[in-house]
């Protein structure tokens, strides 16, 4: 079935340092969607991907989408205290009906 | 406002018992689901419905049982046979199944078995 692998599973980072993501999935995907979830709380929609090899901003993170269509990656640029949480990345295939999350990379952050 | 609601918030129970977890939201959404999350873990599918009284099986659908009644409204029921049912339980729903959407998720219910 299909599968989405993503790394790493924990990073930590200084205040200000960048942090990325990565996304690999072992089917080539429809679109690709990416979720945050802080301590204790449920996940929220940041974005979705749908053209291969789109490039998405909204503010400091940067959403790319890869040209076959298998892998995505988040990238935060100068990461703040309030970019603490659970990234995770979600994936479809074309038809499908349920979204298949990745394991989630879980950011902290020393102030 | 329009939302999901999940309860109950936390929940406690016996081995041996079967527990229902609410799940109901007022997006007018036609697809429902039901994620499994353990510590340090992904999200897991367990059951979704596409349209009120249709609802399929997801990865680890073993244990637990889903109704769909109501568009409103897809309960889970934990049931006995669950072997490891501790987890945090996520209610999620978009507007088609199909395609593209984002999933709208409640806030959660923490089940543990004693």
């Known amino acids: 079935g299909q599968q989405v692998m993503q790394i790493p599973q924990y990073q930590h980072v200084q205040e200000g340092e960048d942090f990325t993501t990565y996304c690999n999935s072992s089917?080539?995907?429809?679109?690709i969607q990416w979720y945050k979830q802080r301590p204790g709380g449920h996940p929220v929609f940041l974005i979705q991907?749908?053209?291969?090899?789109e490039v998405k901003k909204q503010k400091r993170l940067t959403f790319q989408f890869g040209e076959a269509k298998k892998n995505s990656s988040l990238h935060i640029t100068a990461t703040q205290t309030t970019d603490v949480g659970t990234y995770f990345c979600a994936g479809t295939t074309q038809g499908a009906q349920k979204l298949v999350f990745g394991q989630g990379t879980r950011l902290t952050i020393n102030p | 406002d329009g939302g999901i609601t999940q309860s109950p918030k936390y929940l406690f129970r016996k081995e041996g018992q079967n527990v229902t977890l609410s799940c109901e939201q007022n997006?007018?959404?036609?697809?429902m689901y039901w994620y499994r999350q353990d510590p340090g873990q992904g999200l897991r599918l367990i059951y979704y419905s596409q349209i009120v009284n249709d609802f399929q099986k997801g990865d680890i659908a073993e244990g637990y049982s889903v109704s769909r009644e109501k568009k409103e409204s897809f309960p889970l029921t934990v049931t006995s046979a669950q072997k490891n049912p501790t987890a945090f339980y996520l209610c999620?729903?978009?507007?088609?199944?199909?395609?593209?959407?984002?999933?709208?998720f409640g806030e959660g219910s923490r089940l543990t078995v004693l």
């Open positions: 999620a729903s978009r507007v088609q199944g199909r395609g593209t959407g984002e999933l709208f």
């Open positions: 991907l749908v053209k291969s090899g």
């Open positions: 089917t080539t995907l429809s679109n």
């Open positions: 997006l007018n959404h036609d697809a």
